[in-house]
């Protein structure tokens, strides 16, 4: 994702939710945005065990739940050199997640992630028979890869429960409160009673957890550091995982070693047919650059 201007919300007030008033936001610095939600494989193996779904999204977690595993993602990713410290994993901000889901600098404008046709690109519950989230990658990616940031599993975002303002913001971060934000709608709901969920602009409040909450991970500069740097390489080992990802994860500790070559993330743009290419650093931004959350054993870059 690279920096742009984008207007955040809408002046829909017909919603559970307010989304209003449209507003300006400027995002200053670049960032990758998952391709899917992380997976039941990914959580697993992070978490230090084995087993999983490699395609269906991890749910019933909490916000907390989310920024914990975030964290112990860096720590793992930072130990085997996949990562620096100057960038971490992080649940997307709620504005890094709306620019992304409306396809960034690429949007093309439409009211879903990637059509206006909800069927092209969401689960919902009339087109998956069921209530409760499916495999990931069923439908249409949008604009830059990414996938079900419409429907499928409701997604945590690094936000707290409030109103937007008017003003125009840049890096805008909310304030605490006892209830956060989840984005993207779920196959819970029906679209025929509740299509502005599903929307890039709609919003749901929620304090807890059920089996249709799920979230994606975005890799972010990390201020601690104290790095702001736009030609920051931060991601720069990655490409020494080669032609295979099995070898870097040899000295990791305390992540599951059983998962060893399946998780690990990577970045990637497409090359053609089922092969992605390493990208070394975060300062060769493409569209097409996306986390890739779930990496096949047997894998060859082009």
Same mark, same amino acid.
């Given at each position: 994702?690279?920096?742009?201007?984008?207007?955040?919300?809408?002046?829909?007030?017909?919603?559970?939710?307010?989304?209003?008033?449209?507003?300006?936001?400027?995002?200053?610095?670049?960032?990758?945005?998952?391709?899917?939600?992380?997976?039941?494989?990914?959580?697993?193996?992070?978490?230090?065990?084995?087993?999983?779904?490699?395609?269906?999204?991890?749910?019933?977690?909490?916000?907390?739940?989310?920024?914990?595993?975030?964290?112990?993602?860096?720590?793992?990713?930072?130990?085997?050199?996949?990562?620096?410290?100057?960038?971490?994993?992080?649940?997307?901000?709620?504005?890094?997640?709306?620019?992304?889901?409306?396809?960034?600098?690429?949007?093309?404008?439409?009211?879903?992630?990637?059509?206006?046709?909800?069927?092209?690109?969401?689960?919902?519950?009339?087109?998956?028979?069921?209530?409760?989230?499916?495999?990931?990658?069923?439908?249409?990616?949008?604009?830059?890869?990414?996938?079900?940031?419409?429907?499928?599993?409701?997604?945590?975002?690094?936000?707290?429960?409030?109103?937007?303002?008017?003003?125009?913001?840049?890096?805008?971060?909310?304030?605490?409160?006892?209830?956060?934000?989840?984005?993207?709608?779920?196959?819970?709901?029906?679209?025929?009673?509740?299509?502005?969920?599903?929307?890039?602009?709609?919003?749901?409040?929620?304090?807890?957890?059920?089996?249709?909450?799920?979230?994606?991970?975005?890799?972010?500069?990390?201020?601690?550091?104290?790095?702001?740097?736009?030609?920051?390489?931060?991601?720069?080992?990655?490409?020494?995982?080669?032609? %295979? /990802? &099995? =070898?870097? @994860? #040899? +000295? !990791?500790? %305390? /992540? &599951? =070693?059983? @998962? #060893? +070559? !399946?998780?690990?993330?990577?970045?990637?743009? #497409?090359?053609?047919?089922?092969?992605?290419?390493?990208?070394?650093?975060?300062?060769?931004?493409?569209?097409?650059?996306?986390?890739?959350?779930?990496?096949?054993?047997?894998?060859?870059?082009?």
């Amino acid at each position: 994702m690279e920096p742009g201007t984008f207007t955040m919300g809408s002046s829909n007030r017909n919603v559970q939710f307010s989304e209003s008033p449209a507003h300006q936001v400027t995002l200053t610095q670049s960032y990758l945005m998952g391709e899917t939600e992380v997976t039941e494989a990914l959580w697993n193996a992070v978490q230090g065990s084995s087993g999983g779904s490699t395609t269906q999204p991890q749910t019933s977690v909490t916000w907390q739940e989310a920024n914990d595993f975030a964290g112990k993602l860096t720590t793992a990713a930072r130990q085997v050199g996949l990562i620096d410290n100057t960038v971490r994993f992080a649940l997307p901000t709620e504005a890094q997640w709306e620019f992304a889901a409306k396809g960034g600098n690429l949007s093309k404008g439409y009211l879903y992630s990637v059509s206006n046709d909800i069927n092209d690109v969401a689960v919902t519950r009339e087109n998956s028979g069921s209530n409760s989230p499916t495999s990931v990658k069923t439908k249409q990616p949008n604009e830059l890869g990414l996938y079900d940031m419409s429907g499928n599993a409701y997604e945590w975002v690094d936000a707290y429960a409030g109103s937007y303002t008017s003003a125009a913001q840049t890096d805008p971060v909310s304030h605490p409160s006892g209830t956060y934000v989840k984005r993207g709608g779920s196959n819970y709901h029906r679209f025929s009673s509740e299509s502005y969920l599903f929307t890039t602009t709609g919003r749901y409040f929620y304090s807890g957890t059920d089996w249709t909450i799920g979230f994606r991970l975005a890799l972010v500069y990390d201020s601690a550091a104290g790095n702001t740097a736009q030609n920051s390489s931060g991601a720069n080992n990655a490409a020494q995982t080669g032609t %295979g /990802t &099995g =070898n870097t @994860a #040899q +000295s !990791a500790s %305390g /992540t &599951g =070693n059983a @998962a #060893q +070559s !399946a998780w690990y993330p990577l970045f990637y743009k #497409q090359c053609g047919g089922t092969q992605f290419l390493p990208i070394p650093g975060m300062e060769e931004r493409r569209h097409r650059l996306v986390l890739r959350t779930v990496i096949p054993a047997a894998w060859t870059p082009c």
